[in-house]
Nanobody
Framework: QVQLVESGGGLVQPGGSLRLSCVASGNILHIYTMGWYRQAPGKQRELVADITNAGNTNYADSVKGRFTISRDNTKNTLYLQMNSLKPEDTAVYYC????????????WGQGTQVTVSS
């Protein structure tokens, strides 16, 4: 089983920065792509950014140029550096990992709240 634990959320003013972390543990040998999703109240969960084992990244248009996803495979940790935060970035942010088995298995963290408000 794979466990994902996020940290780093909080309250920040518009224009501020936060860095989210997600530590993966357990049977992580077959994880290939990891990513961050977010869900705002009354909205569907959406992809923010993801990164493959090879380091290829993909971003939602709404965060391009402001957010940076990275991973440290030696620490089994995924990061999301968020700069120039806007009120519309307010959401619960979830860590996601895709595990290659006979079929792809998807794992989720418990989520961390990010609130951007003055």
């Amino acid at each position: 089983q794979v466990q994902l634990v996020e940290s780093g959320g909080g309250l920040v003013q518009p224009g501020g920065s936060l860095r989210l972390s997600c530590v993966a543990s357990g049977n992580i040998l077959h994880i290939y792509t990891m990513g961050w999703y977010r869900q705002a109240p009354g909205k569907q969960r959406e992809l923010v950014a993801d990164i493959t084992n090879a380091g290829n990244t993909n971003y939602a248009d709404s965060v391009k140029g402001r957010f940076t996803i990275s991973r440290d495979n030696t620490k089994n940790t995924l990061y999301l550096q968020m700069n120039s935060l806007k009120p519309e970035d307010t959401a619960v942010y979830y860590c996601n990992a895709l595990e290659r088995r006979l079929a792809t298995v998807e794992h989720w963290g418990q989520g961390t709240q990010v609130t951007v408000s003055s």
